[in-house]
């Protein structure tokens, strides 16, 4: 099973929204042969840009141009010549049981990565495990602080150490778990963004990796960290 999160931004899209262009096509006023010509083009589409292209291949846009300037008006006026584009993150979902013996050893490490944390003000533990290319597993917890903003999360703590003690290797897979109330959540736990842009340098650093986050119910897979960080700023956002 497969979640898609989608984000909306600005694009220019010439796409006129189906709505505006059935309100053109249900006025009688326009060009009823417009509307036969392009019926079923109509009903499988709805776009403007798609039935100027069909226009132009029958060689009919020059005296359809008038209709298909209004559609394109209707969208203008509509959307402020707003555009928009989505970026898509899909994330895998597993039972724990699908996953492969390796994916739940390195689960298993970070669940019990929660029992060194150090989280008496939250009581909200966190478990990191990392797999490295050369085998071996480092792993993390959240570590707090009287002083809030001085404390670290569990990623991080894993993260920079395994870079500190292995500086030229690779990671893997990254896996995280979280515990509190005296049981593992149900729902899998997300990387905070201070995370997530730590996880996109090492692996803008060395290469990609799966990240795999821990919940009873079910496990979420990110075959990729920079998927959970879109529109990231990385190195070359410096210039
Ligand atoms: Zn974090």
């Not at 005296?63 to 555009?83: A, C, I």
Request: hydrophobic share 35%.
């Amino acid at each position: 099973m497969q979640l898609v999160l989608k984000n909306c931004c600005s694009e220019k899209n010439l796409h006129a929204s189906s709505s505006t262009v059935k309100n053109v096509y249900k006025n009688k006023t326009y060009y009823p042969e417009l509307r036969t010509l392009t019926k079923n083009f109509y009903i499988c589409s709805r776009k403007v840009f798609d039935i100027s292209v069909f226009l132009t291949r029958k060689g009919l846009k020059t005296r359809y141009m008038g209709v298909l300037n209004t559609l394109l008006t209707h969208k203008t006026n509509k959307k402020n010549t707003m555009e928009q584009k989505t970026i898509e993150t899909k994330i895998s979902v597993y039972r724990f049981d699908e996953l492969s013996e390796e994916f739940q050893n390195l689960l298993s490490k970070a669940k019990a990565q929660c029992e060194n944390a150090y989280a008496p003000y939250s009581n909200f533990r966190v478990g990191a495990a990392i797999l490295l290319e050369n085998g071996e597993i480092v792993g993390g917890s959240n570590q707090e602080n009287a002083a809030y903003p001085s404390g670290l999360c569990a990623e991080r703590t894993a993260m920079f150490y395994a870079n500190s003690q292995f500086p030229n290797t690779a990671i893997k897979a990254l896996a995280i778990a979280a515990w509190t109330n005296g049981k593992f959540l149900a729902e899998p736990v997300a990387p905070c963004g201070a995370c997530r842009q730590v996880l996109l340098e090492t692996a803008n650093r060395f290469h990609d990796f799966p990240v795999l986050l821990y919940g009873t119910d079910a496990v979420y897979v990110a075959e990729n960290s920079k998927d959970l960080l879109p529109l990231n700023f990385a190195k070359e956002s410096l210039g």
